[in-house]
Structures are given as C-alpha cells and as structure tokens.
C-alpha cells in the first residue's frame, strides 16, 4: 500500500512549490505581451493571442509591436492569462516561434479560469509550425469534447519544445496534458494532474514517425479512463528518455504507469521512476502487440494491483533489465515463486541483473507477510528524502 499521499507527491515528489525566473529573451525577433486580457485586435495592450497572430502573419496586430524580423520570441510577463474571449478558441501555432514566461508558477496561460470548462485546448502545433515554450504553466485546456492533447497537441509534421513548463490541469479524449504526432522535446519539465477521457492522461505519442525525448521529466498524477494513466507510446511511435518520474497515475482499464503497443513502438528509459502507479492490468507497464520497450538502471516499485509490467495482446520485447524492484530479492515471478516484496513481472520480462539495494531516489517495500504461492503481502513506501524535482 502506499504511504504518501496524492497531495504530496504532488508537492514533495515534483516540487512544485518552486519556480523558476526567466528574463526576456531576445532573439531575430521579439514581441512583449503587456496585458493579461484577452484581447483580439481590439484595445491599446499586447494580449498573448494578438502577439502569437502577430508572429503567425509577420506583422503588427491589436497592440502589438514587432521588434526586429522572425523567427519571433514573445515575452509574457508574470500572470494568469485566460484564453476567455468571444472567439472561444485556444491557441494555434503555424510558423517558428517561441514564448518565453517568467516561471512555471508565475506566467500562467490558461483556456479557462477552471479546469474541464471549455471544448478547446491551449496550444495547437498543426505541420509547419514549430513551438518552443520556456518557464509557462499551462492549465485547464478542454473537456470530454476535446479530442487530443488537453494542453498542447503537436501535430504530424510539427515540432514542439518544452523547457521548465508546468502542463497542469487539462482534460481530452486523448493525451489529457500532451498529445504528439509529430515531435517533441520536453526538458525539465512536469506533467500533473491532466485527465483522459478515453486513453491516457499524462503523454500520448502516436503514428509513426512520431517522437518524444524526454529529459528531467515529471508525469504524475495523471487520470485516464483507459491506455495508460501516464504515457503511451503507439502506432510505430517512439520515446527516449532520461531522469523520467512516471509517478502515481492512475487507469480504470489499463496501465497505471506506461503503455507501449501497436506497430513497433519502442521506449528506452534511463535512470526512470516508475512507482505507485495503479491499473487494472500492468498497474506499471503494458508492452504489446511488436512493442519493444528497454528500461534500465531505474526503479519500479510500489505499483498496485497485481502484475506491475507484463506483456498484452500479441508479442512484445521487454527488456527491463538493472533495475531496482523494491525488494533485495528482486521482482515476483508467479512461475518460478520466491518471497519477495518486489513488484511483480510476468515471463515474458527479462529483469536479469536487478539491483539489490535501493537507490536514494527510489522507494523500497517491505514483507507484511507471505501467502501460499509465495508471493509476499507488502507495504510500500517513497524513498526519506523524497523524490528529484524536476522543476526547481
């Protein structure tokens, strides 16, 4: 069982409680947003949806005022910016262009003033366009309505950056918080508490030649009503990452932590944390139908209930190998029984080479008491001094 609760993970585990400060960034090209209104060509300010058509069409709109020529950095002071005008649309960007925030608690840009509210998202990257967002939150995009990517959706044939954002709050039918068809780059960076109606939560990466490199990264406290609670990986898409927390997400369906399917998608994980995600099946990871997915040098532990990663429909590589598992002894395995309070794998898992003492940064269990197949009640619990903080 788990010994922390959702609040402070959320705080603790991600460190939201801090934030950090950007000065403006002067590039080709800037433009300066002055007011947090919504405006749309009409008033004497510069709103952050007159300073994105302002870069859009290359030229000065509402109260904006071009400096210099594209690719265009816009600079949003500290605020909360409310995408609440009549045209009830959110954000689309079609060319180059970068948005810059004064932290990722302090420069707010929001579809509504709640979450689950408003049938748009935040940020829409359709091909050609190319977003680079640093030290923004993102929050409240769409609802049930919304088909990908609450927060941003980052079509085929575009690209999106993302440096010390906080996406917060969002709601689709696919990708609550993230959904990518094209590429991305997400940097030190924390995906919280976004919903899914239909298939994951926290990051969705689908189609082939879709891609995803994460770096720093927080997802937690995602909730999909099937997929994965945290990140899927589908349809020949692929995802990298490094220092990856995939932390207390939730499925009723599927998998609590990561699914990986269809049509040779592949995740390679480094140095992850994968803990205390629930699902009704892989409560950690589900690789299926030709996935392959490699793990190392990471932590799996305190996923509920039952098997934590296993293997779905059709055949897929699982390769999972130099990992802390919760328990000296390693992972529970229902074909070859061993007391262990380890999270549970099933055959298809090569876990060869499990680490035998718990890292600082993972969390460990302990034996409450065996039952007769060998497997061990157990209670779980995050490691003393918490985990990394990606935003700090």
Do not use: K
Not at 163 to 176: C, F, H, P, S
Not at 189 to 215: P, R, Y
């Amino acid at each position: 069982m788990r010994l922390i609760s959702r609040i402070m993970v959320g705080l603790l585990v991600l460190g939201l409680v801090a934030f950090s400060v950007s000065t403006p960034v002067y590039a080709a090209g800037t433009i300066q947003v002055n007011t947090t209104v919504d405006q749309d060509g009409t008033g004497t300010g510069c709103s952050v949806r007159e300073a994105v058509t302002s870069a859009n069409t290359d030229a000065d709109f509402g109260g904006c005022t071009r400096v210099g020529t594209p690719p265009y950095t816009i600079n949003v002071p500290a605020g909360f910016y409310v995408l609440n005008n009549a045209v009830a649309t959110g954000l689309t960007i079609n060319v180059p262009m970068e948005i810059v925030g004064a932290g990722h608690f302090t420069t707010l840009i929001a579809a509504a003033a709640t979450p689950n509210t408003v049938g748009y998202r935040v940020f829409t990257v359709p091909a050609g366009g190319n977003l680079t967002l640093r030290t923004a939150g993102i929050l409240y995009g769409g609802n049930g309505s919304v088909d990908f990517g609450g927060g941003i959706y980052v079509q085929a044939g575009a690209n999106a950056t993302l440096d010390r954002v906080l996406v917060y709050g969002n709601t689709a039918q696919y990708g609550g918080g993230v959904a990518v068809r094209g590429t991305a780059t997400l940097t030190t960076s924390v995906i919280t508490v976004n919903t899914a109606t239909i298939d994951v939560a926290g990051i969705g990466v689908d189609g082939a030649g879709a891609s995803a490199t994460l770096t720093n990264v927080g997802i937690a406290e995602n909730n999909a009503v099937g997929g994965a609670g945290g990140l899927t990986v589908s349809n020949g898409a692929s995802v990298t990452g490094s220092t990856v927390g995939i932390i207390d997400n939730t499925t009723a369906l599927g998998a609590g932590g990561v699914l990986v399917q269809d049509g040779g998608s592949s995740l390679t994980l480094t140095n992850a944390t994968i803990e205390f995600n629930t699902g009704a099946n892989g409560s950690a990871i589900i690789g299926s139908t030709g996935a392959n997915v490699s793990i190392t040098n990471s932590c799996v532990v305190g996923n509920e209930p039952d098997t934590a990663v296993i293997t779905g429909r059709g055949s897929a590589t699982m390769t999972l190998t130099g990992n802390w598992w919760g328990d000296a002894a390693g992972p529970y395995l229902a074909s070859a029984p061993t007391p262990t309070a380890g999270d549970s794998v099933d055959d298809s898992v090569n876990f060869a080479g499990f680490q035998v003492s718990a890292p600082a940064t993972c969390g460990t269990c302990t034996v409450v008491s065996s039952v007769s197949d060998g497997r061990s009640l157990r209670t779980c619990s995050p490691p003393a001094g918490g985990y990394p903080q990606p935003l700090s």
